[in-house]
């Protein structure tokens, strides 16, 4: 094979790693996508009250996630709660699951503290905004 034809194919295979490359990025991309998780059109923080259930459902010194509201409630004492978003700060995805005291986002790993809202590992980071929550005859009410 001569120089410049050698040249010329060293090119073309450049070109084809790079669309290959260019590819397997949008692949990545929609991997990634919050669209599954996302907390939709709905506010991060309720609007208006919004009753969870049973103030027993949250352990003292745990926490519980109310996915569906998007919400976070610990109980740090007897008869003390406080609440956050469940909705991550970094893209909007609504956390999935609480590991040892640790709220977890399923979109691209950042996690929170669910007595404090505070970011413990990013790409988020701002912290989960606070809703008010309150025991009202053994439920709770949040918003």
């Known amino acids: 094979m001569s120089a410049p034809q050698s040249a010329a194919r060293r090119t073309v295979l450049k070109g084809a790693a ?3 490359g260019a590819a397997g990025a949008g692949v990545t991309l929609a991997a990634c996508s919050t669209e599954t998780n996302s907390g939709g059109d709905t506010p991060a923080t309720p ?3 919004v009753e969870l259930g049973a103030a ?5 010194g745990g926490a519980k996630l109310y996915r569906e509201r998007k919400l ?3 109980c740090p004492a007897e008869g003390r709660y406080t609440a ?3 909705q991550c700060t970094h893209a909007g995805c609504v956390l999935d699951k609480i590991v040892e005291g640790q709220g977890n986002c399923p979109c691209h790993g ?3 503290d669910v007595a404090t809202g505070k970011v413990l590992r990013g790409p988020a ?4 905004p606070a809703v008010p929550v309150r025991a009202e005859n053994g439920k709770l009410i949040a918003g």
């Open 18 to 20: 790079a669309l290959a």
């Open 47 to 49: 609007t208006a009250p």
């Open 56 to 60: 027993a459902d949250v352990p003292v």
């Open 72 to 74: 976070i409630v610990s």
């Open 84 to 86: 956050f978003s469940a």
């Open 110 to 112: 950042s996690r929170f």
């Open 125 to 128: 980071s701002a912290p989960l």
